[in-house]
T-cell receptor, first 109, second 113 residues
Framework: GQNIDQPTEMTATEGAIVQINCTYQ??????LFWYQQHAGEAPTFLSY??LDGLEEKGRFSSFLSRSKGYSYLLLKELQMKDSASYLC??????????WGAGTKLIIKP | IAGITQAPTSQILAAGRRMTLRCTQD?????MYWYRQDLGLGLRLIHY???????GKGEVPDGYSVSRANTDDFPLTLASAVPSQTSVYFC????????????FGEGSRLTVL
């Protein structure tokens, strides 16, 4: 079956760097997604990794290791507006997304 | 503004009642999805449609039905609501299915008493 694990909650300081980890188990692999969801709002797309390595997009970067079933989202120069839940998701064998429960990131001044 | 519109935003419903959550998109996306989101759980797929005229069952389809008569609309119906269907429901669309970026509606908060 498929399984995705993320930490439930993390706390970081404004201006700092935080790494949010995601481990997954899938029968096949068709990429890994990260989404951001502010409280009371809809999820919005952040990144998609299908090859190993780091992909940088402004203050946010996403890393993938297919051999380890592992990904992380790296947020730099944290701002208060980065307080949100970060969702990791992978497609199943029917190409439908299986979602982790999300990591709630709390930013403190 | 292009995007996905869900209605109602919030609803309180008596158990046993029938309820339809509406979802309309104006991006001409082929694929549409209905998810429910519950505290401590990830988004769970209820039903999906890869193109107009077709639908498929997701992870938690029981108690729900959908239709896809045209590209833009994808309503979700609860035939006889039960308290366990209390949740936040998100409709989403994608121009080419998965893998592909999903665009979400703002959600419908449903409480079944």
């Amino acid at each position: 079956g498929q399984n995705i694990d993320q930490p439930t909650e993390m706390t970081a300081t404004e201006g700092a760097i935080v790494q949010i980890n995601c481990t997954y188990q899938t029968s096949g692999f068709n990429g890994l997604f990260w989404y951001q969801q502010h409280a009371g709002e809809a999820p919005t797309f952040l990144s998609y990794n299908v090859l190993d390595g780091l992909e940088e997009k402004g203050r946010f970067s996403s890393f993938l290791s297919r051999s380890k079933g592992y990904s992380y989202l790296l947020l730099k120069e944290l701002q208060m507006k980065d307080s949100a839940s970060y969702l990791c998701a992978v497609p199943d064998s029917n190409y439908q997304l299986i979602w982790g429960a999300g990591t709630k990131l709390i930013i403190k001044p | 503004i292009a995007g996905i519109t869900q209605a109602p935003t919030s609803q309180i419903l008596a158990a046993g009642r029938r309820m339809t959550l509406r979802c309309t998109q104006d991006m001409r996306h082929n694929a549409m999805y209905w998810y429910r989101q519950d505290l401590g759980l990830g988004l769970r797929l209820i039903h999906y449609s890869n193109t107009a005229g077709t639908t498929g069952k997701g992870e938690v389809p029981d108690g729900y039905s959908v239709s896809r008569a045209n590209t833009d609309d994808f309503p979700l119906t609860l035939a006889s609501a039960v308290p366990s269907q209390t949740s936040v429901y998100f409709c989403a669309s994608s121009d080419r299915g998965v893998p592909g970026e999903l665009f979400f509606g703002e959600g419908s908060r449903l409480t079944v008493l």
